[in-house]
């Protein structure tokens, strides 16, 4: 079992930033995968980015590249997503979650993520 616990998440002005992190506890976080979600009221969830176990590879959503960064430290056991040039439309709960598998191939489908964190309110100003 993991349990994954968001924080970061805050009211914010377009144009500002944010640091989003997500701490683990229970199993070692460095055998996983993670991914960050994000869902908006009336809005299904979607995918923003994605890390593979070591770090080494990554993925992110169109809407967001270019702006956010997803990085992890497995001694720590945490992970960050960095978003700068926030806009109204990046208003959403922001959710961490945890997988094995092969990230490549289906990263951005969040039915492939076993573990769930309870999310965290970001909201952008216009």
């Known amino acids: 079992q993991v349990q994954l616990v968001e924080s970061g998440g805050g009211l914010v002005q377009a144009g500002g930033s944010l640091r989003l992190s997500c701490a683990a506890s229970?199993?070692?976080?460095?055998?996983?995968?993670m991914g960050w979600f994000r869902q908006a009221p009336g809005k299904e969830r979607e995918f923003v980015a994605a890390v593979s176990w070591n770090g080494g590879s990554t993925y992110y959503a169109s809407s967001v590249k270019g702006r956010f960064t997803i990085s992890r430290d497995n001694a720590k056991s945490t992970v960050y997503l960095q978003m700068n040039s926030l806009k109204p439309e990046d208003t959403a709960v922001y959710y961490c979650?945890?997988?094995?598998?092969?990230?490549?191939?289906?990263?951005?489908?969040?039915?492939?993520?076993?573990?769930w964190g309870q999310g965290t309110q970001v909201t952008v100003s216009s």
């Open positions: 979650a945890a997988r094995l598998g092969l990230l490549q191939i289906n990263y951005g489908l969040g039915s492939a993520y076993n573990y």
């Open positions: 229970g199993r070692t976080l460095s055998t996983y995968h």
